[in-house]
């Protein structure tokens, strides 16, 4: 085979090498076409990084010499040495000297085959400085792969709507919440820059950054799981809550208390008329009632919170438990000037009768207690509606109302909506909580509508008949 063509051949070969050996090997090949060799060894540095197995050796001592010489050259020479020939073949690029192959020959090779054995060279050359190049490439990419997939974060790249990349965290998070890629799209396209994610009693934050990469848009984001966050600063709240739920409680009680034992002591240490003596009587009456109804929450939410509160049920009409929840509250009514208005189809439910008035008495007492004392027309409406297989019970009021941001808490345990309209008002935080109980206890469902400055509307849902 000509020359020419085992170029063609190798120029064929080398351009689907992917590591050096596979280089050196070619190379072996082509030399053994054009020059009769007994040993090939490759070095660098002084050191032999590719050897055919050979009987004949190189004496190692001449390394450093051969190498010395030829980088004067970069050019294929031989020696002669003993009987034999050293041949150096440097592999180059540019005037860099990437490996020199060293070759034991009984033959010095002509001119026209140096030549070759130089553009053999100066190819291998090529080929050798892109392998080294890709591998510095490929081990840059695993490097920076394995830091980015043992990240806690999740990251994914985007381009045209579409994932370029996802690290494995992105890849666990997007396959354990299917929801998130769409709702990463969605707040993409709508320009959102972060946005927090829950499901499952997950939480995650999500940045999303638009960038430049190769002179193209992408779109990078970040996912952050932060439940433990989100329980941390859940526990310090109800932390809080409790402490101020306790600091509550003991004013609830000293109030009352201070007041019985005040009017008491007015009574036994002074001579009055019979009229003071009913007056006094009647408010420490007020302020036993006060004190009972505050043990009695303190009770419920003691049952509430070991499970053990209970519902007995049976067959009653609920108008006449909206008229007994009336008149429980209608005196607080009178003292607030809140007018009571009432709206109630006849209809028999299957409930525990001192609990649904509970939660009506609830309702009604917090309508009113919460009443706008700026305003003229006072009123909180009630309205018991017949509705096939369940009832609903609506409690409506033209009052101060709840901001928009404390809606879903206001159910919670211990919680009050604080702020210089209500902080006055008297109150444990347990009420709301213990009436959203009862109505599930009864297999219902309570909602609520409000909006600062013009009232909230309470709606409860019953069913008829337990189980409908």
């Avoid at 030399?31 to 050191?47: A, G, M, P, T």
Wanted: glycine share 4%; charged share 25%.
């Amino acid at each position: 085979m000509e020359i020419q063509q085992l170029l063609s051949k190798y120029m064929l070969e080398i351009s689907k090498v992917d590591d050096e050996n596979k280089l050196y090997g070619a190379l072996v090949g082509i030399l053994k076409r054009i020059v009769d060799f007994q040993v090939l060894n490759v070095l660098s540095n002084n050191e032999v990084i590719y050897s055919e197995p050979q009987d004949v050796t190189i004496a190692q001592e001449y390394y450093a010499d051969y190498l010395q010489w030829i980088e004067e050259r970069l050019h294929p020479t031989f020696l002669p040495f003993e009987d034999v020939y050293v041949g150096l073949i440097p592999i180059f690029k540019g005037t860099k000297i990437l490996s020199v192959a060293v070759i034991l020959t009984t033959t010095e090779p002509t001119a026209e085959v140096i030549d070759y054995l130089q553009l053999i060279a100066y190819l291998s050359g090529i080929t050798l400085e892109n392998l080294r190049l890709f591998k510095i490439v490929d081990d840059s990419r695993q490097y920076y792969e394995t830091i980015i997939n043992v990240s806690n974060d999740g990251i994914i790249v985007f381009k045209d709507g579409q994932v370029e990349f996802k690290n494995l965290r992105a890849e666990q998070v997007i396959s354990e919440h299917n929801r998130l890629l769409d709702e990463i799209l969605k707040n993409t396209q709508n320009g959102v820059e972060f946005f927090e994610f829950e499901e499952a009693n997950a939480f995650f934050s999500v940045s999303i950054k638009h960038i430049k990469l190769f002179g193209e848009d992408r779109v990078l984001v970040n996912i952050r799981n932060i439940t433990t966050e989100k329980e941390i600063q859940k526990l310090k709240e109800v932390d809080k809550i409790k402490a101020n739920f306790i600091a509550n409680i003991s004013h609830e009680l000293r109030t009352p208390l201070a007041a019985i034992k005040a009017y008491v002591e007015t009574i036994l240490s002074m001579p009055m008329s019979y009229e003071e003596i009913q007056e006094f009587i009647s408010i420490v009456h007020e302020q036993s009632l006060r004190l009972e109804q505050l043990l009695n929450d303190l009770l419920d939410f003691s049952q509430l919170e070991s499970g053990t509160m209970r519902i007995s049920l049976e067959s009653a009409n609920l108008c006449d438990i909206v008229d007994q929840a009336i008149t429980v509250v209608q005196k607080l009514a009178e003292e607030k000037n809140v007018q009571i208005m009432k709206e109630c189809s006849p209809v028999v439910i299957k409930c525990d009768p001192r609990r649904i008035e509970q939660v009506i008495v609830n309702l009604l007492s917090n309508s009113i207690k919460f009443s706008d004392q700026q305003k003229e027309n006072k009123f909180t409406k009630i309205t018991a509606s017949d509705e096939g297989e369940k009832v609903r019970i609506s409690v409506e009021d033209n009052g101060i109302g709840i901001p928009e941001d404390k809606l879903d808490r206001i159910f919670d345990k211990f919680y009050r909506v604080d702020n210089e309209l209500t902080y006055s008002i008297p109150g444990t935080g347990l009420g709301l909580a213990i009436v959203k109980e009862i109505v599930e206890m009864h297999g219902g469902e309570i909602h609520v509508k409000s909006k600062v400055g013009e009232g909230s509307i309470f709606e409860v849902v019953l069913p008829k008949e337990q189980g409908a």
